[in-house]
């Protein structure tokens, strides 16, 4: 009896508690817009129905801010979230709260300790030694794998010439894996080849479920996904992605003890895959910690870099007059040729630049970013301070069709990137791999995987396309009806 009233005296007192927090939580962000809420979820409802209804949900959300100096607040059960759609709050936010918002814990079975999820003080070592593993010196001695695996890519589209509509994305993905995997492990995997291995099912199967949790929000709470025979399942799969990864550390730890001493410093001319180059460090990362971080660059440049490729082909395929300009543009660096490009052709590629922007402006692949305030912080555009312990939802799809691009921001127009047209814009306008120092680490290395790969494709073939047509949030932006294009051979000028 004595200790089911303690219970009970205990449960009051963590609610009056909570309730005083959330009531000053609220006060302080009165001044900021919501959405109407539920007793107990709060604007949960956001995010029940299918993932297209979300993306829907979340445009409502961005419209209200608009409206409102550009963020507005939201209560997701007991935490508030201020969701923000301005590049100089944005900007805020992004270079002072480094910490994740707790949304991304559910990577933290697979991904353990790695970069894209490591608390904020691993984060600040590890990430200093990793920086210059992905220095533009370094990723470019990765040109040869790439355009290797774009040849590989072009002979596979040939089956589809001529042909019907098809879903690029997929042989597109199988072509960056190659690539990722290669220059991450220094491994060949040759997915384009042979895409059904029992470790790229267990990756699949892994995403799904993540995807699935992430937008089932019963299945959050760990006691009741637990429950479910998904629990089991994710971890088999996890388990098997590791083990393949601590085979491939395994190995290369061995070779790298048996070359220390004779190669210090030295180049043997074999390629140096990211992971060969995370041994001999400041850090010495154990084999736990290097396949937390090469699973982490796996898992977060791979679907990125090939949903931006599809993607800007498909815009290519709608819009004629670009895929002219990007077609004269590379007749003028390569002639007839259909050799990889080198790093000088890459650094003229300046209109395929812009395309490949307006493609991430345009479809935000990573369309939120999630951040925990850890401590107060005012936000000068909304002038709001926003409490401790709230999270910010960071709506780079949002930001991207702000007014920060001027009138007509739906419209593709890949000459906004123009140096002259880009001057007075908000350096936070854009933020297609986030931005401050907890940005994209491998943001570099994905320009160059998309500017060869679309350069090579294009070069190949013309493309037509329809639309893009609705779209749907899940991890990442994905079309519903998929990246849908027909292509037919191109002969080059001679
Ligand atoms: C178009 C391609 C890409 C896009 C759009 C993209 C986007 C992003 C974004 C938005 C973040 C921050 C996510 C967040 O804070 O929630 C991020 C982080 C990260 N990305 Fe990329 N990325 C791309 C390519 C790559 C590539 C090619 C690699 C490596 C091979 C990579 C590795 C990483 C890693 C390791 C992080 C975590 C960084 C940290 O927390 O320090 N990404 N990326």
Redesign the pocket.
């Known amino acids: 009896m004595i200790i089911l009233a303690i219970i009970f005296l205990a449960t009051c007192v963590l609610w009056l508690y909570w309730a005083a927090k959330a009531r000053h939580m609220d006060q302080m962000t009165a001044s900021l817009p919501a959405l109407p809420t539920l007793p107990l979820i709060g604007n949960g409802s956001l995010f029940l129905g299918d993932t297209q209804q979300i993306l829907k949900n979340l445009w409502t959300l961005a419209d209200l801010a608009f409206k409102h100096k550009n963020s507005a607040k939201l209560w997701l059960g007991p935490k508030l979230y201020v969701a923000i759609g301005d590049p100089e709050d944005a900007q805020v936010v992004l270079e002072n709260c480094l910490d ?1 918002d707790v949304v ?1 814990r559910f990577l933290r079975p697979w991904l353990g300790h ?3 999820v ?1 608390p904020v003080n691993l ?1 600040k070592a590890h ?1 200093k030694v990793l920086l210059p593993v ?1 220095h533009n010196k370094i990723v470019e001695e990765y040109l040869g794998v790439i355009a290797e695996q774009a040849d590989v890519l072009v002979e596979r589209l040939n089956e589809r010439v001529d042909a019907k509509q098809f879903d690029v994305l997929k042989y597109i993905t199988a072509c960056t894996l190659d690539i ?1 995997f290669e ?2 492990m220094g491994e060949r995997m040759d997915v384009q080849h042979s895409p059904d291995t029992p470790y790229l099912r267990a990756r699949h199967t892994v995403m799904e479920i993540l995807n699935m949790r992430l937008f089932k929000v019963w299945l959050q709470p760990d006691c009741i996904f637990n429950l479910t025979p998904y629990a089991k399942q994710q971890r088999d799969n996890i388990d098997l992605t590791h083990k393949f990864t601590d085979e491939v550390v395994q190995k290369k730890r061995l070779e790298y003890e048996r070359k220390k001493g004779d190669l210090k410093g030295q180049n043997d001319g074999k390629l140096r895959a990211v992971l060969d180059l995370l041994f001999g460090r400041e850090i010495e990362f154990t084999d736990e910690q290097l396949r937390e971080h090469i699973d ?3 898992i ?2 791979n679907d ?2 090939a949903l ?1 490729i599809a993607y800007t082909l498909v815009l290519l395929g709608i819009h004629q007059d670009a895929q002219e300009r990007v077609l004269q543009e590379q007749e003028s660096i390569f002639g007839s040729s259909t050799r990889g490009s080198t790093k000088e052709d890459l650094q003229q590629m300046h209109y395929l630049e812009r395309v490949i922007k307006e493609s ?1 402006r345009l479809y935000t ?2 369309p939120i ?2 951040r925990n305030i850890d401590r107060d912080i005012y936000l000068p555009t909304c002038g709001v301070t926003v409490p401790a312990g709230a999270g910010a939802v960071i709506g ?1 799809f949002a930001i991207h069709q702000s007014a920060a691009w001027g009138p007509k921001p739906e419209v593709f127009d890949p000459d906004r990137f123009l140096p002259e047209r880009s001057q007075n814009r908000h350096p936070a306008a854009f ?4 931005y401050g120092s ?6 570099n ?2 320009m160059l ?2 500017k060869s790969i679309i350069s090579t494709v294009v070069r190949s073939y013309k493309i037509e396309a329809d639309e893009i047509g609705p779209l749907k949030v899940e991890m990442l932006l994905f079309p519903i009806n998929g990246h849908q294009i027909k292509i037919s051979r191109r002969t080059l000028l001679k």
């Open positions: 994740k991304y790695g970069l894209f490591a984060w990430r992905f990722v220059t991450a982490s660059i796996t977060a440049g990125t870099t931006v991430m692949v990573v970013i999630a780079a933020l297609p791999f986030s907890r940005n994209c680490i491998g943001r290395f994905g995987i998309m």
